[in-house]
């Protein structure tokens, strides 16, 4: 089995609720998602998705996906879409680099792997753990009564995980944490995520001002090692997210003790294959996971939920369902929402069909 064709669609997905807003005065309103195909010689077709928190976020923007593509596609062409480790390998040697890029072109190659054998992305990634995977919901940075009126409609809606965005001004985020904290049941988790948005004695200040409530404090600042001090002056448990962004930080972070919980994201680590092989290390090493993407609609939410229904309950903090966050669906099977739960498709691959007439003509073609 050969590739023979690697192309990308450019879907717009608007947000239900308008915009996004994080720390920094960041905010989206349309995403730029990225659908990459991967088709053989034989004609089987596997499918990826890459989107972008916007340039603003991480080192990667939508279009580099798609520029990315048209310079590592002609290396790959020939390859055999199964040979997961070979194909990481061939793309690594091709592009230095630039992990979401080979993102969508890994997924598409696992999507492949399972329809060749029949099986789900969550059984070839290790085994589906449990019946469903709970999700947790991101709050939107907005005034700390507004945040709070979110949090209790989407707890009725079945969710008990959330991640409050702030980042913004001290008092007012642990006004925020405060406000949010008090409507909550005691079995209801609450992640302060700061998305780097904090200087490091802000940080310190929230974290004394929160230690007597029940509240995980995520990536407080820009540094590595402005996290790791504020980390040394709270006893609430502690999440990185943006610094941990290759197998060496990790291993970093671990030894320094520097995270009770790491956020793990596909297209940040390269796809599939790189972050099993960091999810699984983390299970052997006792660190608990939230498993997602930086965004994306139903391809990513796919990719996802097989993540997370392969990893042992135990070490499963989190995932998201970001396809409920967009107003449009551009695959069929993806999973859907459930009392603030999801499950991975039992069927074969990723278990989702592209909407063509969502998804519209091709903006790349390489063969």
């Known amino acids: 089995m050969k590739i023979a064709r690697i192309f990308a669609h450019r879907v717009e997905l608007p947000l239900v609720e308008g915009t996004y807003k994080w720390s920094g005065g960041k905010s989206v309103s349309v995403f730029d998602s990225s659908i990459v195909g991967v088709e053989t010689a034989c004609g089987l077709i596997g499918y990826g998705e890459v989107c972008p928190l916007g340039p603003f976020y991480l080192p990667a923007y939508a279009e580099g996906v798609r520029t990315g593509l048209r310079e590592l596609a002609p290396h790959l062409l020939g390859l055999n879409p199964c040979e997961l ?62 945040m709070a009126e979110k949090v209790a409609r989407y707890r009725a809606e079945g969710y008990t995980r959330f991640q409050l965005k702030v980042g913004g001004d001290p008092d007012l985020d642990i006004e925020r944490i405060g406000q949010v904290r008090a409507i909550l049941a005691p079995t209801d988790r609450l992640v302060a995520d700061a998305n780097t948005g904090w200087v490091q004695h802000e940080a310190i200040r929230v974290a004394r001002a929160i230690r007597d409530l029940d509240v995980y404090i995520e990536q407080p600042c820009l540094t590595y090692q402005e996290c790791l001090a504020v980390r040394r002056h709270t006893n609430n448990p502690f999440v990185l997210d943006e610094n941990v962004d290759s197998l060496e930080m990790l291993l970093r972070a671990h030894g320094d003790l520097a995270m009770d919980v790491v956020n793990l994201k596909i297209s940040k680590l390269g796809g599939l294959t790189k972050t099993k092989q960091l999810r699984d290390l983390c299970v052997s090493m006792g660190i608990a996971m939230t498993l997602e993407d930086s965004w994306g609609g139903d391809i990513t939410t796919a990719a996802i939920a097989h993540l997370a229904h392969s990893t042992p309950e135990e070490y499963r903090f989190t995932s998201t369902d970001f396809n409920s966050y967009v107003s449009v669906s551009h695959a069929a099977g993806a999973p859907q929402r459930e009392q603030g739960t999801m499950r991975a498709s039992t069927a074969p691959g990723l278990g989702i069909e592209p909407r063509h007439d969502v998804i519209g003509p091709r903006r790349i073609e390489i063969s």
């Open 85 to 146: 480790a070979k194909l990481n390998h061939a793309m690594d040697a091709a592009l230095k680099g630039h992990p979401y890029v080979k993102s969508g072109v890994d997924l598409a190659c696992w999507d492949i792997l399972g329809k060749v054998t029949g099986l789900p992305v969550c059984v070839l990634l290790g085994g589906r753990y449990g019946e469903s995977i709970r999700l947790y919901r991101a709050i939107s940075q907005q005034a700390p009564a507004e």
